[in-house]
T-cell receptor
Framework: AQSVAQPEDQVNVAEGNPLTVKCTYS??????LFWYVQYPNRGLQFLLK??????LVKGSYGFEAEFNKSQTSFHLKKPSALVSDSALYFC??????????????FGRGTSLIVHP | SQTIHQWPATLVQPVGSPLSLECTVE??????LYWYRQAAGRGLQLLFY??????ISSEVPQNLSASRPQDRQFILSSKKLLLSDSGFYLC?????????????FGNGTRLTVT
């Protein structure tokens, strides 16, 4: 089975500073990787994905992610954090379910706190 | 544009009572549909998914069941709720195919079993 790991339960950053939320993956074959954000009491929202092509992927709300094959990582980044970026962030990878169809498998999530 | 509706937003049910949560998608055809449970505001557990009407795959054995009576309708049910069924239930859809399309989530149902 494919998997992703988010090694940090929580990331704290000051507003205006760059932020990084880490994700590493373990897959057989080419990885299909995704980032999602969840605000309190809401569903997840898609931010960006890597399927193939450029290693730097740009997404919604000024976020980007860097795919690094040698380090098996897909870290989420933003050059300048906003207080409103405070939320729960999930990394996900394409996997296969028990019925054989493709399903997403999620990491445990990282809580991002941006301090004013 | 596509939208997903999930209701109710909150639900408090006694142990042993039945459960029915409904999810509908608009603006797309033959979506892949998913039910997730999120405990304690963190990790997502995939419960069921469906790639077509009447086709349900279960990822976790438990007292819950799912049905897809129509193309864009996905229902999560239980005959008798347990305390451990409390959590935040999320429905999601994506276009079918090779697994490279993202999920689109509803706003969830917070279930408290008392």
């Amino acid at each position: 089975a494919q998997s992703v790991a988010q090694p940090e339960d929580q990331v704290n950053v000051a507003e205006g500073n760059p932020l990084t939320v880490k994700c590493t993956y373990s897959v057989s074959g080419n990885p299909y990787l995704f980032w999602y954000v969840q605000y309190p009491n809401r569903g997840l929202q898609f931010l960006l994905k890597y399927i193939t092509g450029d290693n730097l992927v740009k997404g919604s709300y000024g976020f980007e992610a860097e795919f690094n094959k040698s380090q098996t990582s897909f870290h989420l980044k933003k050059p300048s954090a906003l207080v409103s970026d405070s939320a729960l962030y999930f990394c996900a990878v394409r996997d296969r379910g028990s019925g054989g169809s493709y399903i997403p498998t999620f990491g445990r999530g990282t809580s991002l706190i941006v301090h004013p | 544009s596509q939208t997903i509706h999930q209701w109710p937003a909150t639900l408090v049910q006694p142990v042993g009572s039945p459960l029915s949560l409904e999810c509908t998608v608009e603006g797309t055809s033959n979506p892949n549909l998913y039910w997730y449970r999120q405990a304690a505001g963190r990790g997502l557990q995939l419960l069921f998914y469906s790639v077509g009407i009447g086709q349900i795959s279960s990822e976790v054995p438990q007292n819950l069941s799912a049905s897809r009576p129509q193309d864009r309708q996905f229902i999560l049910s239980s005959k008798k709720l347990l305390l451990s069924d409390s959590g935040f239930y999320l429905c999601a859809w994506r276009t079918g195919g090779g697994g490279n399309s993202p999920l689109h989530f509803g706003n969830g149902t917070r279930l408290t079993v008392t």
